[in-house]
């Protein structure tokens, strides 16, 4: 039992109930008694116990974890710490699998405890030493700012001065943005403009473990300014440039996002508002077919006549103006949802478009998308400017910015000039779309930060840990050749139990759904071995010459249905014995 629980987790197991189930199991099965009494027979006394130990680690090739391997191994964890949980599940198996990885048996779990609260004490005290170093005086001095609470003194005379309790700056920074709207946006800008004040360097904490940097950011925004206060210089900045350094990222985040919610609600809502228009144009003219009748009628009846005495009397005039109204109103649809659309955004949230563009800082990885890159430097460039058009002569990128159905809106009349309003509408939806995919990323962002970084900076260094933790090779060959036999062995037994499966039956049904043109040619050999006595009398043998057949895929309602298409029967059938498409199709195995 000692034996296999080593073999299986690395380490002996402290007392009976640790051993795993799955040996205990294994054991029973070889010696042929229950479970229990495995657990039950055998001697667990210590004395035993060392003995026993000792020729399985013979066995295995391992020796015991003594005192001077603990320096190293306590290194090696602390370079490695991701939480300041020692307790943490994923903490000790990796120490655990360190350990087996070196043949060295894993010490008794209070020591192992006690080494990994060494690891992550070692791991803070370097962390906090390497962020302050990165700090200059005038970074602490600001961040020292962001928790004072000092009294103001009102008034000028010395002897009666009223003093009252001041909020922290620390405490509006922490505050999430509210509903997406000017107010919101102006107050993010405001937040962010604060705290790049800071001068943070951007590497800060580039190579820590984002979940430790988010327990020091929750521990500063939980404590109150005071108690920040009473920490050690060192471990007060580390704390608050890490809520600092993530508020940045996360605000810049908000920012972002809030600009795509307004170039998604502008239009939505100018769609919403036609159509409301229209609809209500659609609710006065109602029974357009009687009228139509009416109005034939009419015109046949009296072909000489006048429309005033022969046509009004029975369609009305109001009748004939709001029929065109609406017919019109259908006609212009999408222009007038340009037209809104634009005057919307120019109206509300055009004048906050300079001020984002001056905080966010756009970048793109690939040249195919420069033409975004370029308009935004254009708006950057003229953000300040009243003209409602471009200079004249100016260059503006139009081919992958403005659609195809923008461009009439765009171009301002017969000179050529560029609409301000509709080319930043234009450009504001088109970085939308390359936002969504990361086309286009923002610096400083988190969630739109550039994806290169998105792959583990120290991929290179660490790369045969991570395909551990993977359980992947290294190697791309032997990946996609192991992905490919196992492909192979899965068809392979699909194609070997699909003839003598008991939950698959085979049905004769006419569809005339797909043509031997439009569907590939089955490759599936095991159903060809079915026999013909499988079938009742006068009932065709579907999967006879099955190399004519046909495979076409189940409708969504059906999807338990492997369809089988025979186009030579398809062909046979006489058109009106056919069934029509949503039926099931000949030759159909239904799962």
Avoid at 496 to 510: F, M, Y
Wanted: with cysteine.
């Amino acid at each position: 039992m000692l034996l296999k629980s080593f073999q299986l987790e690395g380490r002996f197991p402290d007392t009976l109930k640790e051993v795993a189930t799955s040996v205990v199991t294994h054991l029973a099965r070889q010696m042929g008694v229950p479970p229990d009494s495995v657990l039950n027979d055998g001697e667990w006394s210590e004395r035993t116990q060392r003995s026993q130990r000792a020729q399985v680690r013979e066995h295995c090739g391992f020796r015991t974890f003594h005192a001077a391997d603990e320096p190293a191994f306590v290194h090696w964890l602390s370079e490695r710490v991701t939480t300041l949980n020692p307790d943490a599940e994923e903490f000790p198996t990796t120490a655990c699998a360190h350990l087996r990885e070196h043949h060295l048996e894993p010490p008794g779990t209070e020591r192992l405890r006690r080494l990994l609260r060494l690891a992550v004490a070692h791991h803070e005290e370097r962390l906090v030493s390497d962020t302050a170093a990165q700090l200059s005086s005038a970074m602490c001095r600001a961040l020292d700012t962001l928790v004072s609470t000092e009294p103001t003194e009102l008034g000028s005379d010395d002897d009666q001065m009223t003093l009252f309790l001041v909020r922290s700056d620390l405490a509006s920074v922490k505050h999430d943005a509210g509903a997406v709207s000017v107010d919101t946006v102006l107050a993010e800008i405001v937040k962010l403009q604060r705290l790049r004040a800071l001068g943070l360097p951007e590497q800060l904490f580039r190579g820590v473990p984002t979940k430790l940097v988010t327990q020091y950011r929750q521990r500063a925004a939980s404590e109150p300014p005071r108690e920040l206060r009473r920490h050690p210089p060192n471990v007060r900045h580390t704390l608050l440039a890490a809520l600092c350094w993530q508020r940045e990222q996360e605000i810049t985040d908000n920012l972002v996002e809030m600009l795509m919610r307004i170039a998604h609600r502008v239009g939505v809502r100018a769609e919403e508002k036609v159509e409301a228009e229209l609809l209500t144009y659609a609710q006065k003219v109602l029974g357009k077919a009687r009228l139509l009748y009416q109005l034939a009628k009419a015109a046949t009846g009296q072909p000489d006549g006048l429309v005033r005495d022969v046509i009004y009397p029975d369609v009305g005039e109001q009748t004939l103006n709001a029929l065109i109204q609406e017919v019109e109103a259908a006609e212009q649809h999408d222009r007038h949802v340009k037209l809104v659309t634009r005057a919307s955004y120019s109206h509300h949230y055009r004048r906050i478009m300079p001020a984002l563009l001056e905080v966010l800082s756009f970048q793109c990885n690939n040249d195919r998308y420069r033409p975004v890159m370029n308009a935004l430097a254009l708006l950057n460039k003229y953000r300040g400017r009243k003209a409602p058009t471009f200079p004249t002569g100016e260059t503006v990128p139009l081919d992958g910015v403005v659609a195809k159905g923008w461009q009439d809106l765009v171009h301002n009349d017969e000179h050529g000039e560029i609409n301000r309003i509709s080319y930043e509408w234009c450009v504001l939806t088109t970085l939308r779309e390359k936002l969504r995919c990361k086309e286009v990323w923002v610096k400083g962002a988190r969630r739109f930060r550039n994806p290169d970084e998105d792959v583990p900076q120290n991929f290179e260094v660490r790369r045969n840990e991570y395909y551990a933790a993977l359980k992947h090779p290294p190697n791309a060959r032997v990946f996609v050749e192991t992905v490919r036999r196992r492909m192979d062995q899965a068809l392979a037994e699909l194609n070997a139990s699909l003839p003598t499966n008991g939950l698959v039956r085979l049905e004769s049904i006419t569809n005339p759904g797909v043509t031997q043109d439009e569907a590939p040619r089955s490759k599936l050999r095991g159903i060809t071995e079915l026999n013909s006595e499988d079938f009742s009398e006068g009932e065709a043998n579907p999967v006879a010459s099955y190399g004519e057949c046909q495979v076409q895929r189940a409708a969504p309602s059906d999807r338990s249905t492997l369809i089988v298409n025979d186009s030579r029967a398809d062909d046979a059938a006489p058109p009106q014995h056919r069934l029509p498409r949503h039926s099931p199709a000949p030759n159909t195995i239904t799962i």
